[in-house]
């Protein structure tokens, strides 16, 4: 985000009804901050996308239709949109707050998921799927890393950004846009003659209870359009530990075409799914009205616009952490990701130090450039950028100093753009020319 608009999100303390708290995440058309509400104290997640980016890209119908899609949904395993809400120059996401992280870390974490905790997730992204397409919902872009878990290890789609509704569909009935994530996208898409939206999302399901079992992808090739070929032929082979059960219905989903490939109620019959399923109790169906949604766009009117409140000019110095903040930071308001060292693949890291903050930025700075990225300063926050394009574009990493007590400091370090897998990476080396200013208490590091 340019300057501008980076100043004046991070200066904004309260919207409506929404005290803003810390930086969960930022891309390049929004940034997602943790929130909570001044009455009831229950945090959300709150997305925060710049009016005049959006114009400026032309993708005022696309959140629209975000919008639309996550009014229609409403699932215990879906990621619930509480409210929208707009000013003058933003717009505003009040989402579900879900605190386990990406299914994609819990992957790269395990290697791979043992057969029946695997299960399990793929039964909770069918249900979830099942649900959007009897709302009319196709997500189009389902990949462990738009799927979060909860603090009790629940599966939560999220990201609907490229979803599309039956207003979409031509007059032959099928979606044309080519959309997704190649290792994901289904045969039919790539060929662009037209597909079904909701076949297409079973493909990509398939490809993720693949990744489940096996730890990688099915379909992978540095070429793009070799791998486009190895997926329109189906072109995989399944490891010699998936059993039976869960090879032949992988195989079922995995079919080139769509006419021949398992849909929705054949897979709830299928003999290895139905191993402990227990399908939801009930579906939540609701009334929404989608024809207020414009408004978001519409600044001739103040009545539907939230106040903002800014923040009051600080002296240079590292934000202080409330109990609030400090207990967000850690999944289940577990605290212990404080103090132990965890050896596990996240897009995010914290370390505490009793070095000065200048300190403390000084040596990050020193120890990035070495390590391939040009560093942008501003107060205690640094913007790393990855000279060398990786798997995912260029690395994109953001940092934090934040005050906990006098002379106490908790650093932030999240990827904010390209590869989980080049962050943990670059963490390691990262981390090592930062130990000599980690604070470490009775020989441990306190690091995460």
Request: aromatic share 10%; proline share 4%; with cysteine.
């Amino acid at each position: 985000m340019s300057d501008k608009s980076d100043k004046n999100t991070f200066n904004l303390t309260r919207v409506g009804k929404y005290e803003l708290g810390r930086t969960l995440g930022s891309g390049n058309f929004a940034k997602v901050k943790l929130g909570k509400h001044v009455d009831t104290g229950k945090q959300f997640a709150i997305k925060i996308l710049e009016k005049d980016k959006i114009l400026k890209v032309k993708m005022a119908e696309q959140i629209k239709r975000e919008i639309s899609t996550m009014k229609l949904v409403k699932h215990p395993n879906i990621v619930e949109l509480h409210e929208v809400m707009a000013s003058k120059a933003r717009i505003y996401f009040v989402l579900e707050y879900v605190t386990g992280g990406e299914l994609f870390n819990k992957i790269a974490r395990e290697k791979k998921l043992k057969e029946d905790e695997a299960r399990k997730y793929f039964q909770q992204l069918i249900n979830a799927v099942d649900y959007c397409h009897s709302r009319g919902v196709c997500h189009r872009d389902l990949k462990p890393e738009n799927l979060l878990l909860d603090s009790r290890g629940n599966l939560k789609i999220s990201d609907f950004g490229l979803s599309a509704l039956p207003q979409q569909l031509r007059e032959d009935g099928l979606l044309h846009t080519t959309c997704g994530t190649p290792n994901y996208v289904a045969p039919e898409v790539i060929v662009d003659r037209g597909y079904d939206g909701a076949k297409a999302d079973i493909w990509s399901c398939g490809v993720i209870l693949f990744v489940l079992l096996a730890g990688y992808l099915p379909f992978t090739d540095s070429n793009l359009v070799n791998l486009y070929k190895k997926i329109y032929k189906a072109d995989f082979t399944c490891p010699a530990w998936f059993s039976p059960g869960a090879k032949k219905l992988i195989m079922r989903i995995l079919t080139p075409n769509p006419k021949h490939r398992i849909d929705v109620p054949q897979i709830l019959q299928d003999s290895w799914f139905k191993k402990g399923y227990k399908p939801e109790k009930y579906t939540q169906f609701r009334d929404v009205k989608l024809d207020d949604i414009d408004a978001v766009f519409n600044n001739e009117s103040d009545d539907h616009l939230v106040a903002e409140q800014r923040e009051q000019p600080r002296s240079s110095k590292p934000t202080l952490l409330n109990a609030f903040e400090l207990i967000s930071l850690n999944k289940g308001l577990n605290l212990s990701g404080l103090f132990e060292k965890k050896e596990e693949a996240k897009s995010e890291s914290m370390f505490t130090s009793k070095h000065p903050a200048p300190e403390i930025i000084s040596k990050m700075e020193e120890t990035a450039k070495p390590l391939g990225f040009n560093v942008q300063k501003r107060d205690y926050k640094m913007k790393l950028q990855g000279f060398d394009i990786g798997r995912k574009g260029h690395l994109s990493i953001a940092t934090e100093v934040f005050e906990v007590a006098p002379s106490l400091y908790l650093v932030e370090v999240k990827k904010q753009c390209g590869d989980t897998l080049e962050y943990n990476r670059f963490y390691e080396n990262f981390s090592t020319g930062l130990k000599d200013i980690v604070w470490k208490a009775d020989g441990l590091d306190v690091a995460a």
